[in-house]
């Protein structure tokens, strides 16, 4: 469970940052008992409560380790649930630029993310996850909540900003659902430019009234 | 594979028409042999191809018995799925009264369905389905294109009509995974008097533009 001499040392701040989640930290065992660990943990204790700390514990690794090869629990998280996405890209996407066209840039965003299949289907395997196990649920609904909808929120000015930002997330997976799963004719064949102005007034309307 | 004597004839046309689509004709095995004639036949032919005489002919029953115990197409179809409401109701309910509020009636009768426990389930349950089983999503597609979406649509006035409805399906199909599945707060408690007008602008402007 420790690092091959090849690796970095853990505690070296030369070492560059991974670039991808999915590299090895000390060979494929010890990235694979990472991961169970971290699955136990965010289910056990959810994803707000559970620590990197008691992640490493159970893991039998260094916390060291850990945040040298994750970097932190919410990118722990999306390798765990092989999320295709990273939410602080998302967030510094649709925050940054005129408020007033936050809901274009929203809509383009998304819909040009999910042309690319393999994103997509991972996407769809998270929601699929989720609807068929109470488990995932849980650990998606305390990530998605602390991670994307409060950072979203922070820079809203109506009331109920969490529950703005949480209706734009609804639209966003159910036009997944609708258009990628139930593929309903002519949503699943409309290109990204036929929806963008259709979309965009509503995710602005959650997040500005406007 | 013939009803019971205590069933009243197939071809009597003063009897009463069943009011549950759960109601057995002549006996378990044959209501059971129907359904699975009905979900071959809809699974390999798609929903609109199907055919209620295809179908009475794989499961060895007389086409005016189907008729007489499932009424039509769509209400077999909606036993086979155990979709939880019938798609004519929501149409009358969403087509009749003034045009300019269609949004807000379309939330309010959504939201206030969903409070029910039972229907909210089996909803869900048709969803992970077609999420799980491309055969399911097929079924699905066909069924919510050719009953519920062309039926909304024929009263639309402005460009795209299909596309339009299709977009207030995903709203629809997104608000319950986000409030039901992930389950995310605060929208998971949002009573339905709070969503009802974050929603209406939104259902109203894809319809109306308005």
Do not use: C
Not at 75 to 99: C, H, N, S, Y
Not at 191 to 210: D, K, M, S
């Amino acid at each position: 469970m420790t690092p091959g001499p090849e690796q970095p040392p853990a505690n070296d701040p030369t070492a560059p940052t991974p670039r991808r989640v999915g590299r090895r930290p000390g060979g494929p065992d010890t990235r694979g008992a990472v991961l169970a660990a971290a699955r136990a943990e965010f289910a056990a204790r959810g994803y707000q409560k559970a620590s990197m700390r008691g992640i490493a514990r159970v893991a039998g690794v260094d916390p060291a380790l850990l945040h040298h090869y994750f970097g932190s629990k919410d990118r722990l998280f999306l390798a765990v649930l092989d999320f295709p996405l990273d939410p602080r890209t998302v967030v510094e996407q649709i925050v940054a630029g005129d408020r007033a066209r936050v809901g274009e840039r929203i809509a383009r965003f998304v819909l040009t993310l999910w042309e690319d299949r393999g994103v997509r289907e991972r996407l769809l395997a998270v929601l699929r996850g989720a609807a068929g196990d109470e488990e995932v649920a849980a650990m998606l609904r305390g990530f998605v909540v602390g991670e994307l909808v409060a950072r979203i929120a922070a820079g809203l000015e109506l009331p109920r900003p969490e529950l703005r930002v949480e209706l734009v997330l609804s639209q966003v997976i159910g036009l997944a659902m609708a258009r990628y799963v139930v593929a309903v004719e002519p949503l699943a064949s409309a290109t990204v430019e036929e929806l963008v102005p259709l979309l965009a007034p509503t995710l602005q309307g959650y997040l500005t009234g406007g």
